[in-house]
T-cell receptor, first 112, second 112 residues
Framework: KQEVTQIPAALSVPEGENLVLNCSFT??????LQWFRQDPGKGLTSLLL?????REQTSGRLNASLDKSSGRSTLYIAASQPGDSATYLC???????????FGGGTRLMVKP | EAGVAQSPRYKIIEKRQSVAFWCNPI?????LYWYQQILGQGPKLLIQ????????DSQLPKDRFSAERLKGVDSTLKIQPAKLEDSAVYLC??????????FGPGTRLTVL
């Protein structure tokens, strides 16, 4: 069974810290991996998409890496801000059909 | 550009009642997805349409859930009869074929 796991489930940090969110997947034969952000009462917003042939993607203060051999991806957030508080979800496309398998998410709280 | 629209935003029903959710995707997006997100979990794909055809509905509980996209644009998801465990947020997403998905705000269903 293809599963995606995110640890930790919740994280609280003071403003300004650099932090890493983790995502692991059971089958290394992935097509791509995405990181999403979800704010309470709202839908998901795509942050970064990494193709299986890539090792990392960057957007502003966000950097996502992919290590297929170990079945892991990390989302690095630099200089965290209270506005970064949200749930971060990792999703894997295993078969290029755009059918995503999501992890359970990490709920991030950045305290001023 | 208008986003994915969903209605209603909230619905409370008694168990064994019926309920329907509506989704209007972004104009031009051929692919439409319905997800179920139980509190504290990541979204789970229920069904994927391409135009008015079903691509995948392997995780749709077909004894009580049904979905249609008759004209290849709007879609409805129905639950009949509802069970307590159907309480969740139902998310609709749309995309160009093979491209990133855009999510609507979701419908929060509470089954009492």
């Amino acid at each position: 069974k293809q599963e995606v796991t995110q640890i930790p489930a919740a994280l609280s940090v003071p403003e300004g810290e650099n932090l890493v969110l983790n995502c692991s997947f059971t089958d290394s034969a992935i097509y791509n991996l995405q990181w999403f952000r979800q704010d309470p009462g709202k839908g998901l917003t795509s942050l970064l998409l990494i193709q299986s042939s890539q090792r990392e993607q960057t957007s502003g203060r966000l950097n996502a890496s992919l290590d297929k051999s170990s079945g892991r991806s990390t989302l690095y957030i630099a200089a965290s801000q209270p506005g970064d508080s949200a749930t971060y979800l990792c999703a894997v496309d295993y078969n290029a059909g755009n059918m995503l398998t999501f992890g359970g998410g990490t709920r991030l709280m950045v305290k001023p | 550009e208008a986003g994915v629209a969903q209605s209603p935003r909230y619905k409370i029903i008694e168990k064994r009642q019926s309920v329907a959710f509506w989704c209007n995707p972004i104009s031009g997006h051929a692919t439409l997805y319905w997800y179920q997100q139980i509190l504290g979990q990541g979204p789970k794909l229920l069904i994927q349409f391409q135009n008015n055809g079903v691509v995948d509905d392997s995780q749709l509980p077909k004894d009580r859930f049904s979905a249609e996209r008759l004209k290849g644009v709007d879609s409805t998801l129905k639950i009949q009869p509802a069970k307590l465990e159907d309480s969740a947020v139902y998310l609709c997403a749309s995309s160009f074929i093979g491209a990133s998905q855009f999510f609507g705000p979701g419908t929060r269903l509470t089954v009492l």
